[in-house]
């Protein structure tokens, strides 16, 4: 007992997966339950003149068809509000559940269709006619604000959504520029990303007639903000009458925290035709709708002086949002990003500068990692880059600007040029492991040895940093979101001792239901098995914030160690009148009160009973062991670390292969290691699949090319080796578990390692730079222009 | 229109109605309501939908259930024997080789074929043999652990 936390306890959630009884929403079947196709815009930007669905109404099966006509004032919202550099508020669209008027990019919902079966509704949707004009359009997001370009929506000029800055006066950057001894300047386009959870969204709305409630099924990643947005900002439904519940999830990424047209659709027509509708997203679908990350046009560059110092740091971007606002899509290149911008090191000028753009594709949102990736991609591979140009060494580079150790407590926080203040980090040792591990100086021997024998390896580093465990409310709030970003957590006693543990945060992946018992054991010193974990349902779990920005344990956990500090402080109450002994004289351990210095003792699971049965209690104390508490975090956590990755590439294909790659970060303090190496696994992946595989590709009429697994170039299991993972531990100071979160640092230390390897590898051929992904073609284009 | 089909499931018979339309993935999941067998892509790409039909992994997805009429099939349901788990089950589980669970029961299926066509294959031929399959979350390393240790235990 009371040992469980650093412990790679197996997890309890697995034994459903690996049997095939998970429950995930496409699995549910409802009584008289229909299904809903959509019909979808087959063109990125098109004038809809009309729409006939008569035929399709009349197929045999079908139950309900709709067009924006029958629902065009609702649009779901965006919920973080970024403002002009002039004070201006952000240009925001209405997102109508059916295209009203306009198509704005390819799949864009216009008529959906409810049948008896799936079949029937897909039958018919081939039925409808919608007589469309095709209009010219606009992909990217730097074409989309020059002068004559489409305009996705009418009454925004220039498809601007909004430009943003942030840092320092840019005139004293510029001039910092233009005085350094060496600039080191990029271009970056970071390609649009398609998130592919392997779940498809899926949602099943069930109005009930006899009560006037609704039950919304959904894979999400954040019940109650999907609850919230929908209730009070699109549907206008008072939030008592509807239950949301995410069971098992496959999967987010972040590309299930957000509030979709359909999941609102669902529920309204619900209540329409009063009968449960299902809908779920097939792969083509989810590639064309499912909200993708990045998509960044940049030109970056970075300062040093003769000693290798950065003096400055100067960024512009045009972002592209897509075609409507999707939920958190306004933070992302601006709050999630432009903050990151001082990296692990000493830069004292920075200026990031965004203009973030509409176009005709689909809408871009957070994708593991959320701004903080493009921004870390930019930082890492100028520093490897630069490191090239001044004929330094990446490492010694590194280590030059580094940032000094600080704890957060004997030595204060970091205050960043960019808004943040670091709470504690040690850059130099996870640097310094990470190199060990790899072998470094071994390494640049092996790597001349191969050259000469005609091999081209290469390495490439990266040292990260990431803001995560978001966020301060009050931080968020003044920074333009429109929610708080606290998180709940209700402990309730049994009387018999077990406890139930219900979380507003939600695994879709990551293990809380082993992980969150672990710390609730250990800090009750009970046994795991008498502690269940209950997230993903509104009517059982207190208001919640979800999951997303690795803010579970760091924030979720914090909330339900304020509840548990209220259960062992009233249970030392009750425990303090049955011991007949003062509570200043009773320590905790081990699951029991003891009086201190004897051996009189109560345990957890008596002191619970006579809370329900309390016919000896202490006078004037209410009795039960239950406790509702929200955690608002006081600060962002920081984790960090060294990503190193080994590439050898192909000379006559330009194949690059990933030989070896090592992690070492640092996440503070490690409840399950098992499950934080896992994350930084699934990270390192996708972190990886960005550097060589992926990308969204739109052609010049807004067409998506890549809208299927045989275009979409995902990550399999033969394009990696094993990972070599390990940790650095620096607590964070300012919350009760010192923990930071692991769930997004895979992602984002990965990609510029991987880039800088290859950069690494064939310079010398006078190559300057690769765009990601960095695929074989492009390498070979390189290798042979 | 429907159609007869007779089929082994988990060692079960069925005798069922369905469309010619319908995919074995649906029959599975819908009629049989056998939901451990998971849709994540339609197209053959993902893995998913992979079950044993006959003696070989196959991806249900795309397959009638007309075409499996007669057949024997095995879905991750059917897996543990007598209520003991098979132990590419308990190895994933001992491994850490999930982490959502969407795509497991396809792994789990694909790498049952593969160990009893390869009984001890290396690091090399796990991975390739894995190629059909997506998994978002793990980055492959634990899925490829797990086959590992199923294999040393055989």
């Not at chain 2, 056998?34 to 397959?63: E, Q």
Request: proline share 5%; net charge negative.
């Amino acid at each position: 007992m009371s040992n469980y936390i650093g412990q790679s306890i197996k997890r309890r959630e697995d034994d459903r997966f690996i049997t095939g009884k998970g429950k995930y929403t496409d699995d549910i079947v409802l009584p008289k339950m229909t299904h809903l196709a959509f019909v979808r815009s087959p063109y990125a930007h098109a004038k809809i003149n009309s729409i006939d669905t008569k035929a399709a109404l009349a197929h045999p099966g079908v139950v309900a068809v709709y067009t924006g006509e029958d629902c065009g004032n609702f649009g779901v919202p965006c919920g973080w509000q970024v403002n002009f550099k002039n004070g201006d508020t952000m240009k925001e669209p209405t997102h109508p559940l059916l295209a009203v008027g306009k198509a704005k990019h390819v799949g864009e919902n216009v008529v959906a269709i409810i049948a008896e079966t799936l079949q029937d509704a897909r039958d018919a949707a081939e039925l409808v006619e919608v007589d469309y004009e095709e209009l010219p359009a606009v992909t990217n997001p730097n074409a989309a604000i020059q002068p004559g370009a489409p305009q996705v929506h009418d009454d925004i000029p220039n498809n601007v959504v909004f430009d943003f800055a942030l840092g320092n006066p840019k005139e004293e950057v510029d001039a910092a520029i233009d005085g350094a001894n060496h600039v080191t300047k990029l271009d970056f386009k970071n390609q649009r990303l398609a998130p592919n959870a392997i779940e498809p969204r899926s949602y099943i709305a069930d109005y009930d007639v006899t009560v006037d409630k609704y039950t919304l099924y959904t894979s999400t990643q954040n019940p109650h903000l999907i609850r919230l947005l929908m209730c009070a900002f699109v549907l206008g439904l008072p939030e008592h009458k509807v239950r949301v519940i995410s069971h098992d999830v496959g999967g987010g990424f972040g590309s299930k925290i957000y509030h979709y047209t359909e999941e609102a659709l669902v529920t309204w027509a619900s209540k329409q035709i009063g009968r449960p509708i299902k809908w779920t997203s097939d792969r083509s679908e989810a590639f064309l709708t499912d909200a993708h990350g990045r998509d960044y046009v940049t030109t970056a560059e970075m300062g040093f002086d003769n000693n290798g110092k950065i003096v400055a740091f100067r960024v512009h971007s045009d972002a592209n949002l897509g075609a409507y606002l999707s939920t958190f899509s306004t933070a992302c290149p601006t709050y999630l990003h432009a903050t990151l911008a001082q990296g692990c090191y000493t830069t004292p000028l920075i200026n990031i500068d965004v203009t973030a753009t509409f176009t005709n594709t689909n809408p871009v949102d957070a994708y593991r990692g959320a701004g903080r990736p493009e921004m870390t991609y930019m930082i890492e591979h100028l520093m490897d880059t630069a490191a090239l140009e001044m004929k330094i060494d990446p490492v010694e580079l590194r280590k030059i600007n580094f940032i000094p150790a600080f704890d957060g407590v004997n030595q204060p926080g970091y205050q960043t040029q960019v808004a943040l203040q670091y709470d504690s980090g040690d850059y130099h040792a996870t640097l310094d492991r990470a190199l060990e591990m790899v072998g470094y100086d071994q390494f640049r021997k092996d790597q001349e040895e191969a050259r000469k024998n005609g091999k081209l390896l290469g390495i490439g580093f990266s040292t990260y940093i990431e803001a995560c465990g978001i966020a301060p409310s009050a931080v968020v709030g003044s920074l333009g979101a429109r929610a708080g970003l606290y998180e709940s957590a209700h402990v309730r006693v049994q009387p018999t001792g077990s406890v139930s543990v219900f979380t507003g945060s939600h695994s879709h992946g990551q293990g809380h239901e082993t992980s969150y018992a672990q710390f609730v054991a250990d800090t009750l010193g009970i046994p795991m098995e008498n502690v269940d974990i209950i997230h993903g349902d509104t009517n059982e779990v207190a208001f919640g914030m979800g999951t997303y920005g690795s803010r579970s344990l760091a924030v979720g956990g914090s909330a339900i160690m304020k509840s548990l500090d209220k259960i062992l402080e009233k249970g030392a109450k009750i425990a303090a009148h049955k011991l007949e002994a003062a509570v200043e004289d009773l320590e905790y351990a081990e699951g029991k009160w003891t009086v201190k210095g004897t051996d009189k003792s109560i345990a957890f699971g008596d002191v619970s009973l006579t809370a329900y049965v309390p016919h000896d209690y202490p006078e004037g104390l209410e009795p039960g062991l239950d406790f509702s508490s929200f955690y608002d975090p006081a600060n962002f956590t920081y984790p960090f670390g060294t990503h190193i990755a080994i590439v050898e590439i192909d000379k006559d294909t330009g194949k690059v292969t990933l030989k070896r790659f090592i992690a070492c970060d640092d996440v503070g303090n490690v409840i399950n290691p098992m499950i934080v190496e896992g994350q930084i696994h699934g990270g390192v992946a996708q972190g990886v699949g960005q550097a060589l595989l992926e990308g969204v590709d739109y052609d010049e009429n807004g067409q998506m090319i890549t809208g299927s697994f045989m275009d979409y170039a995902m990550p399999r299991a033969d394009d990696f080796p094993f990972f070599e993972t390990d940790r650095k531990v620096t607590p964070c100071p300012h919350n009760p578990l010192g923990v930071k979160g692991a769930g997004e640092a895979g992602a984002i230390g990965s990609t510029p390692a991987v880039a800088n390897a290859v950069m690494d590898a064939i310079s010398h051929l006078g190559i300057k730079d690769i765009q990601m992904p960095i695929t074989s073609e492009r390498v070979w284009k390189a290798m042979n222009s | 229109m429907l159609m007869k089909i007779n089929v082994k499931v988990n060692g079960k018979d069925y005798t069922s109605e369905v469309t010619p339309m319908m995919s074995l993935a649906a029959y599975l999941r819908e009629v049989l309501l056998l939901t451990g067998t998971h849709i994540g892509c339609d197209t053959s790409s993902c893995g998913a939908c992979t079950i044993k039909m006959d003696g070989k992994a196959v991806k249900s997805c795309t397959i009638l259930a007309v075409q499996a009429d007669g057949s024997d099939i095995t879905t991750i349901e059917g897996l543990s024997q007598n209520g003991k788990m098979h132990p590419l089950q308990s190895s994933f589980k001992e491994n850490h080789g999930l982490q959502c669970g969407f795509c497991t029961p396809g792994m789990i299926m694909t790498a049952e074929n593969l160990l009893s066509e390869n009984p001890h294959p290396t690091e090399e031929e796990i991975r390739h043999g894995l190629e059909g399959n997506f998994c978002r979350c793990t980055g492959y390393h634990n899925i490829v652990k797990s086959i590992q240790h199923a294999a040393e235990s055989n």
